[in-house]
């Protein structure tokens, strides 16, 4: 058991090494056959791993393996070693399952890519690292995974590497990412300071022997490592300009693995989290804020993949605050159906973009229904799923987390529902546009457009089905559901729950809810299909937009902001030190002081005119001597 | 074996002048490949437990005191590991320029002096090899440097030798301290120097600090760093920045610390704030140069602030972190700077202005940068970031403030590596890289393994940390002791 443990991680590692070594040779089928075919052994074994688990009983269900001591000093000690429980075995099947689909559809959507080759190997890296991120037993293996992932989507985003926007969004995801980063790095040195280990399990267990306000300090500073890396208020900005990478890339790392890391990590913790209500406070707010916020962009967005970047800015914010309310479980529930509606969008996204010859507009779309009808369906699926329509998974996810909430206050379930309306919204809106009315693309683009191939047209119907079926695994006991998921995540969360109260809604009222949901969704989407498909709109082009929508547009001109109070100020600071501080100020002081001895040292300068070669050599004769010398005397 | 690893070099240096140039690499390839050997039998050989007492002590100068005293502890022999790896590639790293075999010589008298510094045992020997190692670098980046070579070698060998002087006095100030005949040996100046009070305890810190700090160098003791950095030849420049700043680092953790125990103290706070600015204020610097040598020499200010704060937090995980971060630091900018050696030779010029597209022609030489520039910003699973992270901590343990200071360094760093990374090998190529040939088997030769090494350190790097593990915590023994006296 132990070495297929360390086997799922290392086969995608090795398909990485054996495509970087050989990329400019290797055959295009060969390298994308060994990267798909690593993903898959690795989702195998997962699979495995997991009935494995689920044959254990229940307050065993966990497996342990150390390979080797890493970092080993000091009194500080890190090893690479392995946890896998409920929760990260899930993450397993997710990142291995979707991520094969992903490896998948890339051999269609990347074969006239000539960098078809570095594609797959990165793809492989990225695996290896996202499964390190939640196989570690301990932070600083968490954190190797946390930073390798953040290289693979930088390697990702720019990976068109001659467009400098391209390379501009990259250095920023990298770079926006690195704050985050910091904010995690303090707190697990801090977690190493109090607790003189690193390891979660000595870690949770003694949690209640620390300070409460070093616990609190702790969870936000990771919390802050989260807001990078799962993009959320203040440090969400790079996940839209991230959409410069390839599609797939953009589903597997942007959607459905990488930026759910974030959810992982406090999931993790959730016994800090859980003795800090300020700490649960923060998540809270920021995930209502970034839900709303990032809906309200998306519904003004005319980038396919921009609104779908917006969209899952606003998901996880919803995630975070089902983390915040302290629903854990239902939080990674709606993590993995977002992981299938997403991913679902965003590679079907790639179909239409694909078909269209690299069109992203979806005002130079519509009427694509009947030319791509696959992709059609499995877009519906994917909308229908996201917008919570009963039974598809986003449904019963999403209600959980709406549930959760109300119970916790009327004003963060007003806010997580207006976020969900939105959703519905600009979901359709997206959907009605591109699918339905008179086609807008030139004919040019029309008379090419072409249904995609079937290793693209597989993963899609793969992803539908899940998307439609997903939400059965975890269905409310109000519906005379088991609840599957939430019993089998519960020893990780367990330790929660004797420190934190989770209100429960009345059978009744959780029913009452849905249906409200329900009802105010399908209004949305008659408003939507009203206008833009009876009424055949078309969003208006830039220079038409009045003050609000400009602003919306322009995404509330945050980046501007950021360029103004940060960028813009280190610039000139740097600028400051190194025409001032540096030349004027230290140097002439230095300089002035040496003066007088420089002037000097002009005559000495002059005796080191002679040939270099006598020089060295009377050095070393004259060093010899000395040596000698001495040594007799 | 130590004796020879010494002296080695300086034989060679000799032998090399009945050589024609192209010969004379070889030979001083073979030479220092040699060296490399020796080292790494006195590595297998090493008891770990070993303190830093002389292996060799003959007396030489007896009349003043002064013995011929050379031995290694785990901290010495980190360094002279780094030394006689890095050299051989330096040497090799020198094919392309066309240098004469006195360029050797000097390149192998350089290795001899700075094993010295690292190994010496006797204070006066010690200041003996701090000089003789100022002398070959003078001349190699004198005559081999770039524009405005004399005005700026010369500022850099009066600053550090002024700096020098400052250890001087202080050291003849210590030995006169020792009771009965003098001596210079290492024990009896530490004695001499736990027993002064506070007060003239902080004078002598004053003056080793000075010196060491202009090597190494820290904020404000810098200013000739950036200029020499970038007008002496590439060797030249990695042997500056690769070894030789080491000796200021060495220097603290040998020759300050130990000695002056409640100077340290007093005075401690003070050089981990200086380190700090200077990590700030170098990374800020280097996000505006445009001369890519000078950018990475300003980093490298940076870098070594972080490394010289861990140091005077007096900690084990700050000492453990110095040392294994001076390794990193060592290759990942001789690789740095070979990279630029590279570029500049290719298109004759390092303006990143000017550069770009390198990808699109040399994908094996940017996926090699890639690899090294990763390594620089602490990117886990390469050298750089056990290091950063090791010495971070101990700057967080120390005053948790200026460990989030210090942490700034790992945003800073991605903005000026990425940064330069990009305007050099992204984008569209130009006219002036277009041409831009990728690299050639001997240039791989020399860079695979420097790649190797960055990823190998950052994976397993357990061996090199039990080397100086030991030697750190005898060390900082010293220190705890004398602070348990003085109580």
């Known amino acids: ?633 | 074996m130590l004796l020879f690893i010494l002296l080695w070099p300086l034989l060679a240096s000799l032998v090399l002048f009945a050589f024609k140039p192209k010969q004379a690499w070889v030979i001083a390839f073979i030479a220092t490949a040699v060296e490399l050997v020796a080292s790494l039998v006195l590595v297998i050989g090493f008891d770990k437990n070993a303190s830093a007492t002389a292996a060799i002590d003959l007396p030489w100068i007896t009349s003043l005191g002064v013995n011929f005293a050379l031995g290694v502890d785990g901290i010495s022999l980190l360094l002279v590991l780094l030394t006689t790896v890095l050299v051989p590639f330096i040497v090799l790293s020198a094919a392309k320029h066309s240098y004469t075999p006195s360029f050797y010589g000097l390149v192998l008298m350089m290795q001899m002096a700075l094993i010295g510094v690292f190994t010496a045992m006797d204070g006066f020997l010690f200041y003996l090899f701090w000089e003789i190692a100022l002398i070959p670098i003078y001349f190699i980046c004198l005559i081999w440097g770039g524009e405005d070579r004399g005005r700026i070698t010369l500022k850099f060998f009066i600053y550090t030798l002024a700096g020098s002087l400052f250890m001087l006095v202080a050291l003849i100030y210590l030995y006169f301290q020792t009771p009965g005949a003098h001596s210079f040996a290492i024990q009896a100046l530490y004695e001499a120097g736990r027993a002064l009070p506070p007060g003239e305890q902080s004078l002598v810190f004053w003056g080793l600090f000075i010196a060491f700090a202009i090597k190494m160098p820290v904020f404000p003791f810098h200013t000739w760093q950036p200029d020499t950095y970038s007008v002496a030849p590439s060797q030249g420049t990695m042997l500056l920045s690769g070894i030789m700043l080491k000796m200021g680092l060495y220097g603290v953790i040998r020759w300050l610390i130990p000695v002056v125990p409640a100077g340290v103290q007093e005075w401690g706070l003070t050089a981990v704030i200086l380190s700090v600015i200077g990590i700030l204020y170098g990374s800020c610097i280097a996000i505006v140069q445009k001369d890519f040598k000078r950018l990475i020499a300003y980093s490298s200010i940076a870098h070594v602030g972080l490394i010289s704060a861990g140091i005077f937090t007096l900690s084990s995980i700050g000492m453990q972190g110095a040392l294994i971060q001076m390794l990193s630091h060592g290759i990942l900018v001789f690789g740095l700077f070979y990279g630029i050696d590279i570029i500049e030779t290719r298109v004759k010029t390092r303006n990143l202005a000017g550069l770009g597209g390198i990808r699109n022609v040399a994908p094996t030489f940017s996926a090699v940068f890639t690899i090294i520039m990763l390594g620089t910003v602490a990117l886990p699973f390469t050298s750089g970031f056990v290091g950063e992270f090791l010495l971070i901590n101990s700057v967080f343990q120390y005053r948790a403030i200026l460990g989030v200071v210090a942490g700034l360094t790992i945003i800073l760093g991605a903005v000026y590596m990425l940064r330069s990374f990009q305007q050099a090998m992204l984008g569209e190529t130009n006219t002036t890289t277009a041409g831009f040939a990728d690299l050639t088997g001997h240039e791989k030769l020399v860079l695979f393994p420097i790649v190797i090494l960055v990823v190998a350190i950052g994976i397993y790097p357990d061996p090199l940390l039990s080397i100086s593990e030991s030697a750190v915590s005898n060390l900082l023994l010293i220190v705890q002791d004398f602070s348990a006296s003085a109580k």
Request: hydrophobic share 55%.
């Open chain 1, 1 to 633: 058991m132990n070495f297929l443990i360390t086997l799922i991680p290392v086969l995608p590692l090795l398909g990485f090494i054996i495509i970087a070594l050989n990329y400019k040779k290797m055959i295009h089928g060969v390298a994308s056959f060994i990267a798909c075919g690593m993903v898959f052994i690795s989702f195998i074994l997962a699979v495995v791993v997991f009935l494995q688990l689920l044959f254990l009983p229940e307050d065993q269900r966990a497996f342990s393996v150390t390979v080797f001591d890493w970092i080993h000093t000091a009194g500080f000690s890190a090893d690479i070693s392995f946890l896998v429980d409920p929760l990260s075995s899930l993450f397993l099947l997710i990142i291995t399952g979707v991520g094969f689909l992903i490896h998948l559809y890339s051999i269609g959507y990347m074969h006239d890519d000539a960098g078809y080759n570095k594609f797959f190997s990165y793809l492989n890296l990225f695996v290896f690292f996202m499964l390190l991120l939640v196989m570690g037993s301990n932070y600083l293996l968490m954190f190797v995974g946390w930073e390798g992932v953040g290289l693979c989507s930088y390697l990702l985003i720019g990976f068109w590497f001659k467009n400098t926007d391209y390379n501009k969004a990259a250095n920023k995801a990298f770079i926006m990412n690195r704050i985050g980063d910091l904010g995690l790095l303090i707190g697990i040195i801090l977690i190493f300071v109090n607790f003189k280990s690193i390891n979660y399990h000595e870690v949770f267990v003694n949690a209640a022997e620390v300070d409460p306000s070093t616990i609190s300090l702790i969870a936000i500073l990771l919390f802050i490592g989260a807001m990078g890396k799962s993009a959320q208020i203040p440090l969400y900005t790079w996940l839209p300009d991230a959409m410069a990478g390839p599609t797939p890339v953009s589903a597997l790392i942007h959607a459905a693995t990488m930026v759910t890391a974030g959810i992982y990590m406090v999931a993790r913790n959730n016994v800090l989290y859980s003795m800090s209500p300020a700490a649960l406070q923060l998540v809270l707010i920021v995930g209502l804020a970034t839900a709303l916020f990032a809906a309200t962009i998306a519904v003004a967005q005319n980038d396919i993949k921009k609104v779908l970047a917006y969209s899952t800015v606003s998901q996880l914010g919803l995630i975070f605050v089902s983390l915040g309310v302290g629903a854990y479980s239902s939080g990674i529930f709606h993590m993995a159906t977002h992981a299938f509606f997403k991913a679902l969008l965003f590679l079907g996204a790639g179909s239409v973009i694909h078909a269209l010859g690299g069109e992203q507009d979806i005002r130079k779309m519509g009427g694509l229904k009947k030319h791509l009808p696959v992709t059609y369906l499995t877009f519906l699926a994917g909308v229908l799923a996201i917008s919570g329509i009963p039974p598809f998974a986003g449904f019963f996810s999403k209600d959980e987390i709406l549930a959760h909430a109300f119970a916790q206050s009327p004003v963060a379930y007003g806010v997580a529902l207006l976020a969900s309306l939105l959703t519905s919204f600009y979901m359709f809106r997206l959907f009605f546009l591109t699918f339905f009315g008179t086609p807008r693309a030139s004919h040019e683009v029309m008379h090419h457009i072409h249904e995609s191939p079937k290793s693209m047209s597989v993963p899609l119907m793969v992803l539908a089905v899940l998307s439609v079926v997903g939400g059965f695994m975890n269905v409310p006991e109000a519906l005379g559901g088991s609840a599957w998921l939430n019993e089998f995540l519960s020893p990780v969360f367990a330790p929660s729950q004797g420190i934190l109260e989770l209100h429960h809604l009345e059978h009744s009222t959780e029913l009452g809810l849905m249906g409200l949901v329900v009802v105010l969704t399908l209004a949305i989407i008659g408003i939507a299909y009203f206008r833009y498909v009876k009424g055949n709109q078309v969003p208006a082009a830039e220079g038409t937009l009045t003050g609000v929508q400009n602003a919306v547009y322009n995404k509330y001109y945050i980046d501007e902001i950021y360029d103004a109070i940060v960028v813009k100020p280190l610039f000139w600071l740097s600028k400051q030190f190194d025409n001032i501080v540096e030349r004027l100020g230290i140097d002439g002081i230095v300089n002035a002081l040496g003066g007088g001895v420089v002037k000097g040292s002009q005559v000495f300068r002059l005796l080191q005119t002679g040939s270099i070669g006598f020089y060295i050599f009377a050095m070393a004769i004259s060093i010899i001597l000395m040596l000698t010398f001495f040594v007799i005397w």
